[in-house]
């Protein structure tokens, strides 16, 4: 069965550096989503991406965060400058054209910021 | 308008996970399942245009005039012990996803 894959599973990083979470979304797919989990927290929504362009983005999505898709298969989530409070789970999920809704999930990234 | 809230109720074999909602406009409700470490996945969900579905053992009932969905988890085991989360959105648009509620099923 086809799944989002996530790289890394886990990633450290200094306050102040630069990280970048990539997703390989399902092959046929072409709504693409980030999400973010604090610890013990509820899942929140980031940004949607569409046809090469952010469809939808929350107040969390600040001017540190950016998306790309750079190529046919690669979803991207870059923060500029990482603070204490980036550290989260971050969830790539994507959705088919169509009749259906169901976005499915990657198994996450765990972002760890010191 | 945009909060989904949880609550939960069990009862003998059978779990029951409320969810209420305020935004009028959402017509689609999902219920993620998440386990630990692991991402949500869609465990069921349903659309406004009708009062219940069922798969296997998991039931949503939805009442649109009160704003509320629910799931229900009959014969509740040591393997659905798990984060239930449900979420609302409109066709088209983001997930809003309640708070959580955390399901432990002992033998």
Known sequence: EPEVTQTPSHQ????????????????NHLYFYWYRQILGQKVEFLVSFYNNEISEKSEIFDDQFSVERPDGSNFTLKIRSTKLED???????????????????????????? | QQQVKQSIVQKGGISI??????????DYFPWYQQFPGKGPALLIAIRPDVSEK??????ISFNKSAKQF???????????SATYFCAASRRTDKLIFG???RLQVFP
């Open chain 2, 17 to 26: 996970i409320n969810c209420a909602y305020e935004n009028t406009a959402f």
């Open chain 1, 12 to 27: 450290v990083t200094q306050m102040g550096q630069e990280v970048i979470l990539r997703c390989v979304p399902i092959s």
């Open chain 2, 70 to 80: 629910s799931l229900h988890i009959m014969d509740s085991q040591p393997g659905d």
């Open chain 2, 99 to 101: 708070t959580g509620t």
């Open chain 2, 54 to 59: 069922k798969e296997g053992r998991f039931t």
């Open chain 1, 87 to 114: 550290s989260a789970m971050y969830f790539c999920a994507s959705r088919v054209r169509g009749f259906t809704d169901t976005q499915y999930f990657g198994p996450g990234t765990r972002l760890t910021v010191l």
